[in-house]
């Protein structure tokens, strides 16, 4: 290639390039989804409110996960030895 060829597809891709964004802007983005608007929080505080009803949040009937859970009586103390010993 001569460089007044290289020259020519750099200018080429460029103009492409440019057009291209314009065309789009155009004609995939309407003007009503140009605009956006934010939604508005309120602010935060440092204040925290602790519960005065211990009954809505905690059961003080329920079951206690961490207890050990013991399903009948196993009357054998070596489950593993050989029973002809």
């Known amino acids: 290639m001569k ?5 020519l597809l750099i ?3 460029f ?3 440019i057009v291209s964004l314009v065309a789009s ?10 605009q956006q608007k934010a939604e ?4 935060i505080s440092a204040e925290f409110n602790t519960p005065t009803a ?3 949040y905690f ?3 329920a079951n206690n996960p961490t207890q050990l859970i013991k399903i009948g009586e196993d009357p054998n103390a070596n489950p593993f030895k050989d029973a002809s010993n």
């Open 15 to 17: 103009i492409s390039t």
């Open 11 to 13: 200018v080429v891709a």
């Open 25 to 34: 802007n155009f004609i995939f983005t309407p003007d009503d989804v140009k």
């Open 59 to 61: 059961n003080n009937s």
């Open 54 to 56: 211990g009954d809505k």
């Open 40 to 43: 508005v929080v309120e602010p």
């Open 3 to 7: 460089q007044k060829d290289i020259a």
